[in-house]
């Protein structure tokens, strides 16, 4: 599975941005999907991941209720939509395809598959 990762810019604080993950390969759909970022000086941490039919979800605490994800199988693509966004959500966005599932997928190293990263930066 290659991942391409799209939508990132620069907001101001309490805007929206939607970032993309456009998946190549006939097995994207066997893969739950997760969004991780990474901010300068910091290590990647874990932002939501979406179950290989998109029926289920889970977040890390510091979105829930913000950012919302969501798959489309018949695209391969999958989406993070961001709303309400703050200055401490700045950092690189990376998608990423993993054969764990959902509580069970919110470490890095369980990812097989990731994005090239897309930059998201929240002015204040």
């Known amino acids: 599975v290659q991942l391409q990762a799209s939508g990132g810019g620069l907001v101001q604080a309490g805007g929206s941005l939607r970032l993309s993950c456009a998946a190549s390969g006939r097995t994207f759909s066997r893969y739950d999907m997760g969004w991780f970022r990474q901010a300068p000086g910091k290590e990647r941490e874990f932002v939501a991941v979406?179950?290989?039919?998109?029926?289920?979800?889970h977040y890390a605490d510091f979105v829930k209720g913000r950012f919302t994800i969501s798959r489309d199988n018949a695209k391969n693509t999958v989406s993070l939509q961001m709303n309400s966004l703050k200055p401490e959500d700045t950092a690189v966005y990376y998608c990423?395809?993993?054969?764990?599932?959902?509580?069970?997928?919110?470490?890095?190293?369980?990812?097989?598959?990731w994005g090239q990263g897309t930059q998201v930066t929240v002015s204040s």
């Open positions: 990423a395809a993993t054969k764990y599932s959902l509580i069970f997928a919110t470490m890095a190293d369980r990812y097989e598959y």
């Open positions: 979406v179950s290989w039919s998109g029926g289920s979800t």
